[in-house]
Nanobody, 127 residues
Framework: QVQLVESGGGSVQAGGSLRLSCAAS???????????IGWFRQAPGKGREGVAV????????YYADSVKGRFTISRDNAKNTLYLQMNSLKPEDTAMYYC?????????????????WGQGTQVTVSS
């Protein structure tokens, strides 16, 4: 079993930056059986959207078009921690951000492919 705990959310003004962290705990080695690990977000009244994901098979990264060039996903294997550096934040980035992991191949941006989820951390960007 894998437990994921997010931190780093908060309130910022447009143009500001935040860095989210996701600490993995539980059966540590199970992280290495995950095919994808990454970030999703959900705004009020909207579905859960894939933001940025790392494929553990080759370390490929995937980003939603809306965040390309502004967000960067990275991981520290020694700390079992995933990060999301968010720069040039916009009001439309306001959402609950979730860390997620999947042991399945498939489309990286489909939330249903991910079986492990954190509790979420709120990001609010004001104009």
């Amino acid at each position: 079993q894998v437990q994921l705990v997010e931190s780093g959310g908060g309130s910022v003004q447009a143009g500001g930056s935040l860095r989210l962290s996701c600490a993995a705990s539980g059966v540590t080695y199970s992280i290495y059986y995950m095919y994808y690990i990454g970030w999703f977000r959900q705004a009020p009244g909207k579905g859960r959207e894939g933001v940025a994901v790392i494929s553990t098979d080759g370390g490929l990264t995937y980003y939603a078009d809306s965040v390309k060039g502004r967000f960067t996903i990275s991981r520290d294997n020694a700390k079992n921690t995933l990060y999301l550096q968010m720069n040039s934040l916009k009001p439309e980035d306001t959402a609950m951000y979730y860390c997620a992991a999947s042991s399945r191949r498939g489309v990286w941006s489909v939330a249903a492919n991910f079986g492990y989820w954190g509790q979420g951390t709120q990001v609010t960007v004001s104009s």
